[in-house]
């Protein structure tokens, strides 16, 4: 049984920085990928950042410069350092991870619950 677990969310003010983590648990074999989609309301999850293969990063062009990820594959954990924050940052941030698990490690995505980031005056 896979979960991600994430934290580090909350208010603040525009300029401000925040930090996410990401924790995979469970009957893991390999981590592929992990990485950050976002969800504002009445919006689409859009990506945000992702870590992939030999550590290649890819950003969405919104976030460039100010977001930053990055990944602990021996703790099963990715981060992402959010600064500069504006208001059309706030969404709801969640967690994804390819990974191999179960007794015949297949490859699976997992999500995490989400964590909200508000960022306003």
């Known amino acids: 049984q896979v979960q991600l677990v994430e934290s580090g969310g909350g208010l603040v003010q525009p300029g401000g920085s925040l930090r996410l983590s990401c924790a995979a648990s469970?009957?893991?074999?390999?981590?592929?990928?992990m990485g950050w989609y976002r969800q504002g309301t009445g919006s689409q999850r859009e990506l945000v950042a992702n870590?992939?293969?030999?550590?290649?990063?890819d950003y969405a062009d919104s976030v460039k410069g100010r977001f930053t990820i990055s990944r602990d594959d021996d703790k099963n954990t990715v981060y992402l350092q959010m600064n500069s924050l504006k208001p059309e940052d706030t969404a709801v941030y969640y967690c994804?991870?390819?990974?191999?698990?179960?007794?015949?490690?297949?490859?699976?995505?997992?999500w995490g619950q989400g964590t909200q980031v508000s960022v306003s005056e």
């Open positions: 469970g009957s893991i074999f390999a981590i592929d990928t």
């Open positions: 994804n991870a390819e990974l191999y698990s179960g007794r015949w490690a297949l490859k699976q995505a997992y």
């Open positions: 870590s992939g293969r030999g550590g290649v990063t």
